[in-house]
């Protein structure tokens, strides 16, 4: 199976935490972002190494570079009809994607972004586990 293809992101609860913050690159909403600490910006979190592996959140807007985004990172968003209820959902290697786990390769660290409660549900529960897949 190849990466998720997530062509639009809403939080399902009105009571949503999402946080406010810069971009390093251009982030679209369902990306998958990480803090850059040399820059204090967001920028598109990816598996293939473990600086780019620590998962903030998942973008819920979109930015240009240096622009402003929200992300949240602990809500239930719906992604469309794109998920099989019960999967687990990881980080890809391809940076901002998300991916089943059978996608990884032994070289990617393996950052669980949440679990599908339905085929269009994904409860973000993060768990930057900082292991290499063996």
């Known amino acids: 199976m190849a990466d998720y293809t997530i062509s639009s992101i809403e939080v399902a609860s009105s009571r ?13 909403a369902g990306e998958a972002v990480y803090l850059d600490s040399a820059t204090g910006k967001y920028d598109l979190a990816d598996a ?3 600086s780019t592996a ?16 929200l ?14 209820a019960g999967d687990f959902v990881y980080l890809s290697a391809t940076p901002g ?3 089943p786990f059978s996608d990884l390769v032994s070289t990617n ?9 339905t085929t269009e549900n994904l409860k ?3 768990i930057n586990t900082e292991v290499v897949k063996a």
């Open 16 to 28: 949503s935490r999402a946080t406010n913050v810069q971009a390093k690159v251009a982030i679209s």
């Open 48 to 50: 293939s190494a473990a």
């Open 54 to 69: 620590t998962v903030a959140g998942l973008a819920v807007t979109s930015a240009d570079a240096d622009g402003y985004f």
């Open 71 to 84: 992300y949240v990172a602990s809500e239930l968003v719906d992604l469309g009809a794109i998920l099989t």
């Open 97 to 99: 994607k998300l991916c």
């Open 109 to 117: 660290v393996v950052t669980q972004i949440g679990h599908a409660t």
């Open 124 to 126: 973000i529960n993060l």
